[in-house]
């Protein structure tokens, strides 16, 4: 591809702006083309570190982790700089905790500044991944305060062009050292060519595995290529929607052929109903479950699943959704392989599952894309659900001492801690533990039920609960959970 031609320009000339910003619209390969620049700078000496967002894991969409993780790995890297970072953290150790502006200056510039015989690039993909209430990107904002004293380093960030993240790139203080690439506005002529190879060989293997003759013809590469309207993910899905474990990829073609072709295509108009990306998600979610009538039960159900997957905030195997909503794992996995061609769904059970896109979950919590009512995901009437089951698989499991631990024992002292956490605490009790405030404060739904839970949890259950936070590690997230339960709390009580 030429950008990557382009980008491996920039990443050796130091002449060149010292921040590259990658912006385009979901499923145009921000992520892929950042993988691969990441790739060949690994493989050439030249990688200082890396971050790659991600909303599906709460350790990946938390700005205050950029930072350290990047310092980390800079220091693993490089021996000058381990040198001067490993002083300044004896010196503030709770760095991690400290203002964005602090960790900035303390975990990347000092050390930077000192070793000036490091060049190297640093990569952040999806930035508008990662959670911030600002409007303006917050991390955009520090950097441009120090990305003109730091020597010999570059900033290879890519993300979406959210409004906050524009407008931080745009500041005064960034935009004279940053370098702008809009994915989406490249020659469709391009990025066409491209697709369009990568749908040749993909199709090409699936008519050779299952013996198609002639299979795909011309007619079909085109048409799919057309489709695509300069999306990968388009392309990508449409491949894993054809590689079905039932139906031919013959008969998974004709499905989306025959689906009603879109009329208008995003990354050329504001999405609508019918974008290319819509129409695709719609025909697979039908074609998943097609059952020739409506059954008001197997549709909860079905939402119950797809919420969970789309809403956790880490993911988890099939296994531990079904014993978060409260159902048998069999019934979970009945209802998520129709779905492979949406989500990451390892043949290990005990594999987490995950949207494979994001494009995916903007669809079907989208009132406005997504117009089947049997599909649509409202997310505050799901928060209120996962709510509602951490509380209840709190209430039910938690009780004091549950992992039998010696009195007054330190849990560094506890040799065999570990397995008393795997015997003891499945991975929805962790998920329960650990996130049940992230669930709780994007409720919108009549919270009578909620409170009534809450009441149960916090008079019988609280302190169980902090021993198991304890164990895993996990107080200081809880620390700043409880903080945004008791705004919520009085929110909710005031109102």
């Given amino acids: 591809m030429a950008i990557l031609d382009e980008i491996e320009s920039w990443t050796r000339d130091f002449d060149k702006s010292p921040v590259y910003w990658l912006n385009g619209l979901a499923g145009t390969g ?38 350290p993780t990047l310092s980390f790995q800079l220091a693993c890297r490089y ?65 441009g305060r120090f990305i003109g004293k730091i020597p010999n380093i570059k900033f290879f960030i890519t993300g979406r062009p959210e409004p906050r993240i524009q407008s931080g790139f745009h500041l005064k203080l960034l935009r004279p050292y940053t ?46 290529c057309q489709r695509a309207a300069g999306l990968f993910v388009y392309a990508v899905a449409t491949i894993k929607f054809l590689d079905h474990p039932v139906f031919t990829p013959k008969e998974q073609l004709d499905k989306i052929i025959n689906f009603p072709e879109p009329t208008t295509y995003e990354g050329t108009t504001k999405l ?28 909860f159900r079905i939402q119950s699943i797809i919420s969970a997957v789309i809403l956790l905030v880490n993911p988890l195997s099939p296994s531990a959704v079904a014993e978060l909503i409260g159902l048998e794992t069999l019934q979970v996995k009945k209802v998520l392989t129709p779905l492979q061609s949406l989500l990451v769904l390892g043949e290990d059970p005990s594999c987490p599952v995950k949207p494979f896109h994001k494009s995916f979950p903007d669809f079907i ?42 009195e007054c024992a330190l849990n560094k002292e506890v ?33 009578a039920q909620v409170l009534d839970a809450l009441d149960v949890f916090l008079k019988k259950k609280f302190l169980p609960w902090l021993e198991i936070i304890s164990v895993l590690g996990a107080t200081r997230d809880a620390v ?8 919520w709390l009085n929110e909710v009580c005031l109102y």
């Fill in 79 to 143: 021996p000058g700089f381990r040198s001067v970072l490993i002083p300044l953290l004896q010196l503030n150790p709770d760095i991690k905790s400290e203002t964005l502006c602090n960790q900035m200056e303390t975990l990347i510039v000092t050390p930077l500044r000192e070793q000036k015989d490091i060049s190297a690039v640093i990569v952040i993909d999806a930035l508008d991944e990662c959670t911030d209430d600002e409007p303006q990107s917050t991390i955009l904002s520090v950097m």
């Fill in 179 to 224: 370098e702008i690439f809009i994915l989406h506005t490249v020659d469709h002529l391009i990025v066409n060519t491209d697709i369009q190879q990568f749908l040749e060989v993909q199709l090409s293997e699936l008519g050779q595995q299952y013996q198609l003759t002639g299979w795909p013809t011309d007619k079909h590469v085109n048409l799919l």
């Fill in 480 to 487: 700043v959970g409880l903080k945004r339960f008791i705004l």
């Fill in 272 to 299: 609508k109903n019918k974008t290319t990306l819509d129409s695709l998600y719609t025909a697979i979610l039908q074609t998943a479950f097609d059952f020739g009538g409506e059954d008001p039960e197997l549709n």
């Fill in 30 to 67: 921000k992520s892929a083309i950042a993988q691969t620049t990441a790739k060949r700078l690994l493989a050439d000496g030249r990688l200082g570190a890396s971050f790659f967002c991600s909303r599906d894991f709460k350790n990946r969409s938390d700005l205050h982790l950029i930072f």
């Fill in 365 to 406: 919590t989208d009132p406005y894309r997504c117009l089947n009512q049997m599909f649509y995901i409202s997310p505050e009437a799901h928060h209120h659900k996962l709510i509602i089951n951490c509380l209840r698989l709190m209430n039910d499991a938690l009780k004091p001492n549950l992992l039998s631990l010696p």
């Fill in 415 to 447: 040799k065999d801690l570990q397995d008393r956490i795997n015997v003891h605490i499945s991975p929805a009790l962790e998920y329960a533990c650990k996130f049940w405030y992230d669930h709780l404060t994007k409720t919108g739904e009549d919270i």
